[in-house]
Structure formats: structure tokens, C-alpha cells
């Protein structure tokens, strides 16, 4: 009954869920980001790659299932949609979680190159950080939305619209993002990728 009782009020009224949710995760980043939740483990080197690694997969998936629920709304395929929708969703609070720990663990790694890509580098992680940011309260408004509504409902709403908009912000933030990480750690980052690995390899010879 409670919880019947609360998705009630979450419909009723879904841009001060919204803005609750965001506020939330606003003040969890901007927290761990300033040192003020001291929560977080002191991370090795080592741990660090993989959990740039593990971020990487995360959003490729994301970003997959992402392109995937638009392909599958176009063709009115609601279910299908929806499906991919809540597991991209889910694979980006699974990022946030593992990108949580990894600055505030002392994570933060520079990209070892200079001139022109470097600055670009700068810009495509600047469009990135920005797009993440605006997209909260847009994703979580389209999110909230679709799970308080039953497709009937929806289209007297503003999810088709609000999901486009949610959807292009999404998807253009974990590209970047993508593009960013090989950047950092595979192409301009090879030397210090290698040597992470060293161990790794002198393992298996053994």
C-alpha cells in the first residue's frame, strides 16, 4: 500500500521527483569531488586502470542499448524500448558508481600529449562533462516518467519529446566519453598502459 501510495505521488507529480533525484546526485558528485565525503578507499595505480577499463565497457553497453531503444520506438516496438531504456539507465548508475570511487580515490589521470589534440582532447571532455551534467534532471525527468506511466498514458505526456532530447544528450556524453578514455589510455597513453600491464605479464610466464 506504501509503495502503491508513493508511485502515486512520484506521478502526480514528476518534475519534484525529478528535481529531488537530480539535487541528489548533484551534491553526491560535487561532494566527492571536493574531498567532503571521505568514504572512498585510496586507490593503487593498478586499480585505477581497471576501473577506467570497467567504465569503458560500462558505457560502450550503455551507449549500445541506448541506440538500440531508439531503433526500437521508431518501429513502435513499446517493450523493447522500454527494456533497453531501464538497462541503459542501469549501466549509468552502474558508471556513476565505479566513477565515484575512482575519483574519489584519488583516480584522476592527464593525457600525455600537447598541441592541437591535446586541446581537443579538452574540448571533446568538456562537451562530455557538460552534456553528463545538463542530462541529469532531462534523463531522470523521461526515466520517472516512463516507469509512473503505462504507454497509454504517455502520449498525453512529455516523455517522446523529453526522451529525444534525454536520448541525443546521452548519447553524444558516452561517446565522447569513449572516445576520450582511448584517448587518455590507449592511443596518447600507451607507454603507461604497457607498463601497468608488466605484472600481468610477467604472471602468465611464470
Known amino acids: 500500500m506504501a509503495t502503491s501510495n508513493a508511485k502515486r505521488r512520484v506521478k502526480d507529480n514528476p518534475r519534484a521527483?525529478?528535481?529531488v533525484l537530480s539535487?541528489?546526485?548533484y551534491v553526491l558528485v560535487l561532494g566527492t569531488f571536493a574531498g567532503l565525503l571521505p568514504i572512498y578507499p585510496e586507490l593503487t595505480r593498478s586499480t585505477v586502470d581497471l576501473l577506467s577499463h570497467a567504465i569503458a565497457v560500462v558505457n560502450t553497453v550503455a551507449l549500445t542499448a541506448l541506440l538500440a531503444g531508439w531503433r526500437w520506438i521508431r518501429r513502435g516496438e513499446v517493450r523493447k524500448h522500454r527494456a533497453a531504456m531501464l538497462t541503459?539507465?542501469?549501466l549509468i548508475l552502474g558508471f556513476?558508481?565505479?566513477?565515484l570511487v575512482k575519483v574519489g580515490g584519488g583516480g584522476e589521470k592527464s593525457i600525455a600529449v600537447t598541441g592541437a589534440v591535446y586541446y581537443a582532447y579538452l574540448v571533446m571532455l568538456a562537451i562530455h562533462i557538460?552534456?553528463?551534467?545538463?542530462?541529469?534532471?532531462?534523463?531522470l525527468y523521461a526515466v520517472v516518467l516512463g516507469l509512473t506511466h503505462t504507454p497509454t498514458e504517455l502520449r498525453d505526456t512529455a516523455h517522446a519529446r523529453v526522451?529525444?532530447?534525454a536520448?541525443?544528450?546521452?548519447?553524444?556524453?558516452?561517446?565522447?566519453?569513449i572516445v576520450t578514455y582511448l584517448m587518455l589510455n590507449h592511443v596518447y597513453g600507451v607507454e603507461e598502459y604497457m607498463?601497468?600491464?608488466a605484472p600481468f605479464a610477467v604472471v602468465r610466464r611464470r
Open 17 to 19: 521527483a525529478t528535481a
Open 23 to 25: 539535487i541528489l546526485g
Open 88 to 90: 541503459a539507465f542501469a
Open 96 to 99: 556513476l558508481a565505479l566513477y
Open 130 to 139: 557538460l552534456l553528463s551534467v545538463v542530462a541529469v534532471p532531462v534523463v
Open 163 to 165: 526522451g529525444r532530447w
Open 167 to 177: 536520448a541525443g544528450a546521452w548519447a553524444l556524453s558516452l561517446a565522447l566519453g
Open 195 to 197: 607498463a601497468a600491464l
